[in-house]
């Protein structure tokens, strides 16, 4: 190993062999809120699921919200990982790490609202015995399971080099209960590496393979979710768009959602060597590009509506514009599109500086909430509005839908801590990778300028 590749182990392991007083307090206050909600969830339990905001109409609400939302930032890994390893981008290697934690870990929390939404959950395993083949909820369920498994495989795969790394590294480390423990976990994970060409060779050709199936994998598992809504006759969900609708916003919001990772991994752990401008740069033209693309959907949902303008669409489109539900839907608009445009534009004038960089995080911030909301006012207000001449029908939330929210996404930040301490947040083996074919390429440069200059002499 030269020196440089060194450097870069060492500085890269640094956020895994040291914990901060801020790392033990997000994972306490973690900890409080999960408890808090687990609390809530076993109160649910006993009690049943009239202790929600629930009811025989509104059959859905903040669970299904938040398992559309998880399920949608999991589409980071999809994005950054698959598709960027397939175009052989070079920048996105300091982010595929984190894509893919964020990946796994939002299938897991959002598959676990599921669960949460069900009241009786142990009911999970009898789907593939009681459910009707063509109905979307069983094909929702069997495509997340696919996305899920594949999504762990895509993850673990990259990691087997680092594995071996760090099993080198605690093999060298003063004899204690904790290092052999570690030593013997990272040696059952690197599964024999020795960093061989034939080893190699394998690992690309088994990424690449990955990263061409995970990508339809990825886009039949929200289309499915969206089918579940679209393949009905209630106002507001049945549309024709809604596939591509939902595939597009789980994209947009999975983009902002490793923007604000990897701002957040930079600032505690500075990593500004590795993540730079031009990361941020790249990302946001990507969230930009996004954001045009979700605008045109949104406009063409409710333009096309209005325009029909039957009786049912115009009462639904009255409440989310000016009615019970306009907080909500104006919140989505100003916050999750309108605002974070313009502070993309305004980064776009200097990407080479902090205030950029606190202009993108700021523009994913606004754009992760303004989602959620949006999730929200798919489902709700559609299943308020009566079929017959009756009242809208009224949801508010509970304390424990509430709790067990807040304690989704506690679960989240806290699984993402603990695999920071368990592997490494950026690729070490892909950076030092891409810093070998960096020195071989500007080595040929200076000897080909070397040879010209020696033939024009």
Not at 51 to 79: A, E, K, M
Not at 210 to 221: F, K, R
């Amino acid at each position: 190993m030269n020196k440089e590749s060194k450097k870069i182990q060492d500085e890269l392991l640094k956020p895994m062999l040291t914990t901060t007083r801020s790392y033990w307090f997000v994972v306490l206050i973690s900890l409080i809120i999960i408890a808090i909600g687990t609390i809530a969830w076993l109160y649910q339990v006993i009690n049943g699921l009239w202790v929600t905001g629930l009811s025989h109409r509104i059959f859905w609400g903040i669970y299904i919200s938040n398992f559309i939302f998880f399920i949608g930032i999991s589409y980071s890994g999809t994005l950054i990982s698959a598709i960027l390893r397939l175009t052989k981008a070079g920048w996105r290697t300091p982010l595929t790490r984190m894509a893919e934690q964020i990946t796994v870990i939002g299938i897991i929390v959002g598959f676990t609202m599921i669960l949460i939404d069900m009241g009786r959950p142990e009911r999970v395993f009898l789907v593939p015995y009681a459910s009707r083949l063509q109905s979307p909820l069983f094909w929702d369920m069997l495509s997340i399971s696919t996305y899920l498994v594949a999504s762990l495989i895509f993850f673990y795969l990259p990691l087997i080099p680092d594995m071996a790394i760090l099993r080198d590294y605690f093999a060298g480390q003063p004899a204690s209960r904790i290092n052999n423990l570690r030593r013997h976990f990272y040696s059952f994970l690197a599964i024999r590496w020795k960093g061989t060409e034939a080893q190699k060779k394998a690992l690309h050709k088994a990424m690449g393979f990955m990263s061409v199936i995970l990508i339809p994998i990825a886009i039949m598992s929200h289309t499915v979710i969206a089918f579940i809504f679209a393949m009905t006759w209630r106002v507001g969900w049945h549309s024709t768009i809604f596939g591509p609708y939902f595939v597009v916003a789980a994209i947009f919001s999975g983009t902002a959602a490793i923007i604000i990772v990897m701002t957040i991994m930079r600032k505690v752990y500075n990593l500004q060597d590795y993540i730079t401008f031009k990361h941020y740069r790249n990302m946001a033209y990507v969230l930009f590009l996004l954001l045009g693309g979700y605008l045109y959907f949104t406009v063409t949902e409710y333009f096309t509506t209005a325009y029909r303008a039957s009786i049912h669409d115009m009462e639904l489109l009255e409440e989310l514009f000016f009615g019970r539900y306009a907080w909500y839907f104006w919140f989505f608009i100003i916050i999750g599109m309108l605002i974070p445009g313009l502070l993309l534009l305004i980064a776009s004038w200097k990407y080479e500086s902090e205030t950029a960089v606190k202009a993108i995080f700021t523009a994913s911030v606004f754009i992760v909430l303004g989602m959620w909301v949006k999730r929200y006012i798919i489902i709700v207000p559609a299943l308020a509005r009566p079929f017959v001449e009756e009242d809208w029908s009224i949801y508010n939330p509970t304390w424990v839908e509430w709790a067990i929210t807040f304690a989704g996404g506690a679960a989240f930040i806290l699984t993402f801590a603990v695999f920071t301490k368990l592997f490494p947040i950026i690729s070490i083996w892909e950076i030092q990778e891409e810093y070998e074919k960096e020195h071989i390429t500007k080595i040929s440069k200076i000897l080909e300028s070397g040879k010209l200059t020696t033939e024009k002499e």
